[in-house]
């Protein structure tokens, strides 16, 4: 049976090496499964260039135990948090810190304005009792591309600590912490390094997790035991997902065979650009300014006449997968450009999208 291709990130189309990567035993507590989890750590830390200040700490789950964890772990319950929201993933990150119980405050945008950094400055200015901020680098809900290294210097210069949900952004947009000033990084295998779902991980300051000993309510979700577990023996504390974790190796050294995070990007970025210019033809338009929009995911306004269940059904039988839209106002669907896709593949999805169009059409 030929697989559809997914535009769904994530999970999302996956290269057959990473797929044969799972293809095999491991044993947890073993040299070569041990040397996999270090092999796994330093690349992490090498795609954002992080070695020198942060340290790699993977957690079983999907993205959003990562985002748990470090609410969690790296916000005490007399710090403030403010969280800059102009989107889901942004809403999220409030709902996950308010449930643990932490202060939270929230600055709003509009899902298709991005995060305003002089905004972000008088807030901290206002609000002396604010300690962190945390921001989604790509929203995923639109595709919107927030200015991270603008809102990290902000939250720098006010000597707060950032925390990034790069879930959609890590492996294909610069985060490079040599620069950025960044408390913690956190995102996970299945988006833009293109591994199978199932391994999220922080990359955290050094000297941050070192201050955050016990602090986690959580046993599974306490990032710095986790942490200090990595180090104390280079296992795991938990059943680690062996299969996922070798096929994210794999998949890791292949962005570096690709040419590391720039060279994604660039193919990312030709991906969009062929369905930005059929789907234009096509009469779709697109719901976010181009200049936006990262080459992640694009969200397009769904015409009245369109019936969004017909159209997946359509492309889904010419062999692609398309999410629904997000938006919280406005009918919309989107259209991933991650994976183990190329512009080939976008030609061919934009020869599909005439007829599924056609055919979705009331
Ligand atoms: C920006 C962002 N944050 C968080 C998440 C949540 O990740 P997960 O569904 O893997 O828990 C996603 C998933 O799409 C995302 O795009």
């Given amino acids: 049976m030929t697989r559809p291709l997914l535009l769904t990130p994530g999970p999302l189309t996956t290269a057959p090496r990473v797929r044969?990567?799972?293809?095999?035993?491991?044993?947890?507590?073993?040299?070569?499964?041990?040397?996999?989890?270090?092999?796994?750590?330093?690349?992490?830390?090498?795609?954002a260039n992080g070695a020198g200040t942060h340290v790699a700490v993977p957690i079983q789950g999907s993205g959003t135990y990562a985002l748990e964890a470090a609410a969690d772990t790296l916000i005490g319950p007399d710090d403030r948090l403010l969280v800059l929201i102009n989107g889901a993933y942004g809403e999220r990150m409030a709902a996950i810190a308010r449930r643990l119980g932490r202060q939270v405050a929230v600055l709003h945008w509009e899902e298709d304005e991005p995060v305003d950094p002089s905004a972000v400055a008088a807030a901290l200015r206002d609000d002396p009792a604010i300690t962190h901020v945390a921001v989604v680098h790509v929203e995923t809900?639109?595709?919107?591309?927030?200015?991270?290294?603008a809102i990290a210097a902000t939250v720098a210069d006010t000597g707060r600590r950032l925390i990034v949900d790069a879930m959609a952004s890590f492996g294909a947009l610069p985060i490079d912490l040599a620069t950025l000033p960044a408390a913690a990084i956190l995102a996970s295998s299945n988006k833009c390094l293109e591994g199978p779902p199932?391994?999220?991980?922080?990359?955290?300051?050094?000297?941050?997790?070192?201050?955050?000993?016990?602090?986690?309510?959580?046993?599974?979700?306490?990032?710095?035991?986790?942490?200090?577990?990595?180090?104390?023996?280079?296992?795991?504390?938990?059943?680690?997902?062996?299969q996922v974790v070798a096929a994210t190796v794999e998949a890791l050294r292949l962005l570096d065979a690709e040419g590391?995070?720039?060279?994604?990007?660039?193919?990312?970025?030709?991906?969009?650009?062929?369905?930005?210019?059929g789907a234009g033809r096509l009469g779709l338009e697109l719901y976010l300014d181009r200049d936006l929009q990262a080459p992640i995911i694009a969200t397009f306004r769904r015409p009245?006449?369109?019936?969004?269940?017909?159209l997946y059904d359509a492309l889904a039988a010419r062999g692609f997968l398309i999410y629904p839209g997000k938006l919280t106002r406005g009918e919309s669907f989107r259209i991933g450009c991650i994976g183990a896709v190329t512009p080939a593949d976008f030609t061919r999805l934009v020869a599909a999208l005439e007829p599924a169009l056609a055919a979705a059409r009331s």
Avoid: K
């Fill in 198 to 242: 199932g391994l999220a991980f922080a990359l955290v300051d050094r000297a941050v997790l070192e201050g955050c000993a016990g602090r986690s309510r959580s046993t599974s979700l306490d990032l710095h035991a986790q942490w200090r577990g990595f180090e104390g023996n280079g296992q795991w504390r938990f059943t680690p997902p062996v």
């Fill in 260 to 277: 590391g995070a720039a060279a994604r990007l660039d193919r990312y970025a030709a991906n969009l650009d062929v369905l930005l210019a």
């Fill in 141 to 149: 809900t639109t595709g919107l591309r927030n200015p991270l290294e």
């Fill in 304 to 310: 009245p006449d369109l019936d969004f269940a017909a």
């Fill in 20 to 47: 044969r990567a799972m293809d095999a035993d491991w044993g947890s507590r073993d040299p070569a499964f041990i040397a996999l989890t270090a092999e796994l750590r330093e690349r992490l830390l090498v795609v």
